[in-house]
């Protein structure tokens, strides 16, 4: 009976959310500078906007180093109740039913201007959701991924006098591809999709950038492999991103990248990845659809060609104030289970709804988030209840998780 209560409650937090999320006008949303558009970008954006303000220009003597820190802490409730406290097959957020601090970071940044041309990124970190990210299900780990794990973006950057501005930046740098963070400080809800934990974070390696137009923006990247922290092989990867401003309000991105993932480093085993965004953002509602593809031979008896597919479609809208709300549907399908290492089609809904504090130069984010998933197929499911046998938990096709996060944030900008 109290389940069935408490299962009534969630679903109408759910129907809440989506209530105010929903707006029959507007579908999606512009960033001209990355396809990770933050939370905390659109809301201080709807902000100056609901209250009849300009953003404030920059200033001509502010500093162009900025420092900056952050503290994740989160509890996801998972009304299985797992005896080993784990979310399956998650690369972030995969403890369940405990106080866990999620991560934890510091950094500092210096940016590049036509007067001061070298730029330079330093950050580390710290927690739960730094040991899994990077690494690989069918790729041994990189040595020192125990130590290099800690480091978040660690790079140099050079914005070269060449007509608009070349600008070239080598070393560990934020993943071209996807349009969630590895930071939920910088999402809109507090647990990240399916693709996200699938794709890269971060990138080691070198890109190139260049603003041919207002509109368009093209950039090249040769990278150490699909993930940074795992050595499948000695080939390098490759790939591009095209950035379009279509409209006011309309960003599309598409990002392909191709590279060998396997010991066999002939083309034909070559992974192919490809991941397209269209971003349409207006006043205080923000929303996106991401549709991603990667496909690879495997060198195994029959080379079987292997398939991974994802997309997610999130809505956030700011309500008032400091208060706003997202809901995401998404699908993600591993058909031979090269990816999440379970063959699976998996279902999802996130609702979130966030309260934002600022003060000084900090910000305090609290979430509540209701999240329901449904894995399918031969090696689906998630952990439900008492081990049946030493090691070895019972599997069920859906979770439903309530999550409570609250996250501190310094910025010296």
Not at 168 to 184: K, M, R, T, W
Request: charged share 20%.
């Amino acid at each position: 009976m109290r389940l069935r209560i408490l299962d009534r409650r969630v679903l109408c937090f759910i129907a809440a959310a989506f209530c105010i999320g929903a707006n029959p006008v507007s579908l999606f949303a512009e960033d001209d500078e990355s396809a990770k558009v933050t939370a905390q970008e659109a809301h201080q954006e709807a902000q100056s906007q609901l209250a009849g303000q300009s953003p404030a220009p920059e200033s001509s003597t502010k500093s162009l180093w900025k420092y900056n820190g952050f503290l994740d802490l989160g509890y996801l409730l998972d009304f299985n109740h797992p005896a080993n406290h784990l979310f399956r097959d998650r690369g972030t957020t995969f403890h369940v039913d405990e106080l866990d601090l999620n991560m934890a970071g510091a950094g500092v940044k210096k940016d590049v201007t036509q007067d001061s041309r070298w730029g330079m990124e330093f950050s580390v970190q710290g927690g739960k959701d730094s040991a899994n990210f990077g690494f690989s299900a069918t790729a041994p780990n990189v040595n020192g991924s125990d130590a290099l794990r800690h480091f978040g973006a660690a790079n140099v950057s050079y914005l070269a006098p060449a007509g608009n501005g070349l600008t070239v930046q080598a070393g560990l740098f934020s993943s071209f591809i996807g349009y969630d963070s590895l930071y939920a400080k910088d999402n809109f809800e507090y647990t990240r999709p399916w693709g996200a934990d699938y794709t890269p974070y971060l990138m080691f390696g070198l890109n190139a950038s260049y603003q041919f137009t207002k509109k368009i923006t093209v950039t090249g990247l040769v990278i150490n492999g699909y993930w940074h922290l795992a050595h499948a092989n000695n080939v390098p990867s490759v790939g591009g991103q095209l950035s379009y401003g279509a409209t006011e309000h309309l960003n599309l991105k598409e990002t392909i990248l191709i590279g060998p993932h396997q010991t066999d480093t002939a083309p034909e085993f070559w992974r192919f990845f490809s991941d397209s965004i269209a971003e349409w953002k207006k006043e205080r509602f923000t929303t996106a659809f991401e549709y991603q593809v990667g496909t690879e031979k495997v060198n195994v008896p029959g080379t079987p060609r292997a398939l991974w597919m994802s997309t997610q479609l999130p809505f956030h809208r700011v309500i008032c104030g400091s208060w706003s709300a997202t809901v995401r549907p998404e699908l993600a399908w591993d058909r031979d289970g090269r990816w999440t290492g379970s063959k699976q089609t998996i279902k999802a809904l996130t609702t979130t709804l966030e309260y934002r504090m600022p003060y000084w130069k900090t910000n305090t984010i609290a979430r509540l988030e209701y999240r329901v998933d449904d894995s399918r197929g031969p090696g689906g499911g998630f952990f439900r209840g008492s081990e049946i046998s030493p090691g070895v938990t019972a599997l069920v096709p859906t979770q439903q998780l309530l999550a409570f996060g609250l996250i501190f944030t310094f910025e010296s900008r």
